[in-house]
């Protein structure tokens, strides 16, 4: 039996700068080691084929569904 497992990331950035200073971010390096890591492990999917699997209920195999904040215009 599988699983879907979303992930949300905020805000990836390739280093702290003064913008940075009171935000939480994941340096892009962190950011490629984890998709590294989930290309291995998982079958990242997009959010079409998540809503299948989810009407479906069938999950065959480990499942990743990334997704991004973009509530704001930098992050876009």
Same mark, same amino acid.
């Given at each position: 039996?599988?699983?879907? /497992? ?9 280093k ?8 939480n971010?994941?340096?892009? *390096?962190?950011?490629v ?10 079958? /990242?999917i997009s959010?079409?084929?998540?809503? /299948? ?7 065959n *195999? ?13 992050h876009?």
């Open positions: 039996m599988g699983s879907l /497992i979303s992930v949300m990331y905020h805000y990836v950035a390739p702290k700068s003064s913008f940075h200073k009171n935000l971010f994941l340096p892009v *390096k962190n950011f080691s984890q998709l590294n890591y989930f290309n291995k492990n998982f079958t /990242i959010p079409q084929e998540a809503k /299948i699997l989810i009407e479906k209920k069938k999950f *195999k480990n499942y990743k569904w990334l997704t991004f904040d973009d509530g704001y215009s930098d876009v």
